[in-house]
């Protein structure tokens, strides 16, 4: 079949795309800009912008089938849910519609219904629901939360199951039903090569085996991660919506009101139509992650939050140490320290507070969003002033190696915690994935 495919850059549109060129598919990927590495045909087109069935048309010249996998799950600068979800989707069938072609497939979400009650279901249900009246043949795949090593809700959920405490919101009874990203995907290739008219019209769950709860999901994740049992933490409805409010003003937030909406009304439905598809069951949660893959799933999850958390802990020493040098701790005993180490009277004033000043501006720093290479310098430059610290100290005032609260020894396990923290960045000479 010649397949003409929208969001193949995407968490799943990739995926799909490498099954179909694997069974045999000729696929026409359609994007902004191409990927250097991207295999086989390639229409620039940006997708937000093609809102009219005129601009489709020219593309579905011999396009026996046609996937729309675009999608978002917040409204971010000129991403909006009713272009991306909308307007060019239904642009799109429509030119299918008057083209002829033969099967489309819509990737929609679980949820997009009659009870859909956020603007991204809503969205999603408008084009879901123009496609259906269409006419075509054509049919809606509705996934539940989609899991895969390298997903954005899968990330979230391994690094709550990884904390030492389950944070449980609302207690976690929220029913889900997750589905493993190659389930997902082997259902949209079935539903692409199905016969003629099989699916016509039809809604599809894409689900796991059996429904879970939100608790029972984050047990199963730290079960298949290796990690022992973890004691729960229940968190307040109250504090989700607090959480989810800060959110909405934030985008990098975890949480925002409408997906909190959307987990507490949960995400469930039979399974009955993935299992004809797959001709077997879903993979359940246990299994979703493969031995191969423990070790560096459990590592990559852990430092999701560790790392925020020794960031938070070195911002917290530099700021400290400035509010200590301003004025917590007697100055004129600091203008001793300092007389010790040889600084001259007339300086010792400019060298406290100009070393609380670089104090300060460190903490704020370490806790500012920097680029990865701006960070990598940072680290080096705070482990070059603690050694520098160290050293002077050492030379003039060595009984502080003595001393029974170990204030030079603690500069170890600090140079220890920057090196990690300088190891985990990035490489900036690296080009992005």
Not at 33 to 50: E, K, S
Not at 209 to 223: K, Q, V
Not at 233 to 251: F, H
Request: charged share 15%.
């Amino acid at each position: 079949m010649k397949i003409l495919l929208t969001g193949a850059t995407g968490f799943i549109g990739r995926r799909l795309h490498a099954a179909l060129l694997a069974a045999g598919h000729e696929v026409a990927c359609v994007g902004r800009r191409r990927p250097p590495d991207h295999p086989g045909p390639w229409i620039t087109l940006d997708f937000a912008q093609a809102t009219s069935a005129a601009q489709w048309r020219p593309h579905l010249r011999g396009i026996d089938a046609v996937v729309n996998t675009v999608g978002i799950l917040r409204e971010q600068d000129a991403q909006r849910f009713d272009t991306l979800h909308v307007k060019a989707p239904c642009a799109l069938f429509d030119a299918c519609a008057e083209a002829g072609v033969r099967r489309v497939v819509q990737l929609s979400a679980l949820g997009a219904d009659e009870q859909a009650a956020t603007a991204y279901h809503r969205s999603k249900k408008a084009a879901d629901d123009h496609l259906l009246a269409l006419g075509l043949d054509a049919v809606v795949a509705q996934p539940s939360l989609v899991f895969g090593e390298d997903g954005p809700s899968a990330q979230l959920f391994l690094g709550l199951a990884s904390l030492p405490l389950l944070p449980l919101p609302a207690g976690g009874h929220q029913p889900l039903q997750p589905v493993h990203v190659d389930d997902a995907v082997q259902a949209l290739r079935a539903l692409v090569e199905a016969p003629a008219g099989r699916w016509r019209g039809k809604r599809v769950a894409l689900v796991g085996p059996e429904p879970i709860t939100l608790s029972g999901y984050l047990r199963a994740l730290r079960a298949a991660l290796g990690w022992p049992r973890a004691p729960a933490l229940p968190v307040p409805a109250a504090l989700m919506r607090l959480a989810a409010r800060v959110g909405d003003r934030w985008p990098r937030g975890l949480i925002d009101s409408a997906s909190w909406q959307m987990l507490q009304r949960g995400n469930s439905a039979l399974a009955d139509d993935i299992r004809q598809l797959l001709g077997h069951a879903p993979r359940e949660v246990l299994r979703f992650i493969a031995p191969p893959q423990r070790a560096l799933l459990r590592l990559r999850s852990a430092m999701g939050w560790l790392q925020p958390v020794l960031r938070g802990s070195v911002a917290l020493v530099w700021l400290v140490t400035a509010a200590v040098s301003l004025g917590l701790y007697p100055v004129a005993q600091s203008y001793e320290l300092l007389a010790r180490t040889g600084v001259p009277p007339a300086l010792q004033p400019l060298m406290l507070y100009g070393a609380a000043g670089l104090d300060l501006l460190l903490g704020v720093l370490t806790l500012a969003p920097l680029r990865a290479r701006a960070r990598r310098l940072l680290w080096l430059g705070q482990a070059g002033l603690i050694v520098l610290y160290t050293v002077i100290i050492s030379w003039r005032l060595p009984e502080f190696w003595l001393h029974p609260y170990g204030p030079l020894l603690k500069n170890l396990p600090m140079l220890g915690v920057l090196l990690l923290l300088y190891t985990l960045e990035p490489d900036p000479t690296e080009p992005s994935a």
